[in-house]
């Protein structure tokens, strides 16, 4: 009940805020051709207020000064005078001027003010709304469960903004004359779950390509591919590439728009002697995951689940194996593999070790 009162006063005080913004007063003054036309109104009569002064006839006026007492006749003198009206029209002309030039010059400079405070009211409010969820997120799950899993859960889950939705694992394995040759294929749909757009530098660690190690990495975000990088090439000029001790250290940024994803595919080769065992596991929080082995019929393949979700086989005969789990996987979990040479009377099957008789 807290959860859902707490979450009724935010939207309430979003509602409010709204209300606050889009007052009559705020709608007028934040309408750039309401007061657009009002300055060039003004600017209009100014001109015609000008030029209408223009129009009148100037005055002629002549004066009689009396003798002095260095002159004793009387003089006579002529001078030009403007009309009281065209004066007028002058001094409303240039009012007309700085009204709306300075309307103009105001306008745009509250309007940029209004902009900036509404954004930094908006960046105030989305904060509170994330602090106050936060902190009933903490407080709720607090009850159950200790605060070092709900900092876990928190890190791994709830602030991660790129989500895998659906994600394919294939394990190509083929035999050489001392073990087993593995290219691993990955296919990733990256979602940015966020109202605003994320960038993540990705680093990964690789082996030579003599050596085996990554083949190749290609991403596209909203269909344009932003990287494509193959260690046989130069390397592309957003990918960073460092050699530690015959060890590759490979550094890109990922950048995803809101609402948008990202398509990652990458390739990897390996080189393993029998009998060989290693791990595979996502490094996103991941809603859908698949995966595929290949391998020769005289070998054993035994998969080893560490997921909370379970694995189940969708089709699995003595050369193949297709797999896929039954609910969303967390980062660092994924599955372990192991294969050797079959043995007389063994497996025909690729075996599958799920929670329920994993090594505890």
């Not at 192991?338 to 008789?357: F, H, L, V, Y």
Request: hydrophobic share 40%; glycine share 6%; aromatic share 10%.
């Amino acid at each position: 009940m807290g959860i859902f009162g707490l979450s009724i006063r935010i939207d309430s005080l979003v509602s409010s805020t709204r209300i606050m913004n889009h007052s009559p007063f705020q709608k007028i003054a934040g309408n750039g051709w309401f007061w657009s036309i009002f300055c060039l109104a003004f600017l209009v009569l100014g001109l015609v207020l000008d030029h209408h002064s223009g129009t009148f006839e100037l005055q002629l006026e002549r004066h009689q000064l009396p003798p002095t007492a260095s002159s004793k006749d009387w003089r006579e003198i002529s001078f030009v005078k403007t009309p009281s009206v065209a004066i007028w029209e002058r001094v409303a002309s240039s009012l007309c001027y700085i009204l709306g030039i300075s309307l103009f010059v105001s306008t745009v400079i509250i309007k940029g003010i209004e902009e900036v405070r509404q954004a930094d009211q908006a960046k105030i409010i989305e904060k509170m709304r994330e602090k106050i969820q936060e902190d009933v997120f903490e407080a709720t799950m607090g009850k159950f469960i200790s605060k070092e899993i709900v900092s876990v859960v928190k890190r791994d889950v709830l602030e991660r903004a790129l989500v895998v939705l659906r994600g394919r694992w294939e394990l190509d394995f083929t035999p050489t004359k001392d073990g087993l040759h593995l290219i691993t294929r990955g296919y990733y749909s990256l979602l940015n779950t966020r109202e605003a757009e994320v960038s993540e530098e990705r680093e990964m660690r690789v082996r030579p390509i003599e050596q085996g190690g990554l083949q190749s990495l290609v991403i596209r975000v909203a269909g344009k591919e932003t990287l494509n990088f193959d260690p046989n090439a130069p390397s592309p000029s957003n990918v960073n590439v460092v050699n530690e001790k015959g060890l590759y250290t490979l550094t890109h940024t990922i950048t995803v728009p809101p609402g948008e994803s990202a398509e990652i595919f990458s390739k990897y080769y390996d080189t393993y002697t029998l009998p060989t065992a290693d791990v595979i596991f996502a490094h996103y929080p991941t809603q859908e995951l698949e995966i595929l082995v290949r391998f020769p019929e005289d070998y054993e393949i035994e998969l080893t689940s560490f997921a909370t979700s379970p694995m189940e086989c969708l089709h699995c005969d003595s050369t193949r194996g297709e797999y896929r789990f039954q609910g969303a996987l967390l980062p660092g979990q994924g599955v372990a593999y192991s294969m050797m040479k079959k043995q007389a009377g063994g497996c025909e099957d690729p075996r599958i070790t799920t929670q329920a008789n994993a090594p505890q």
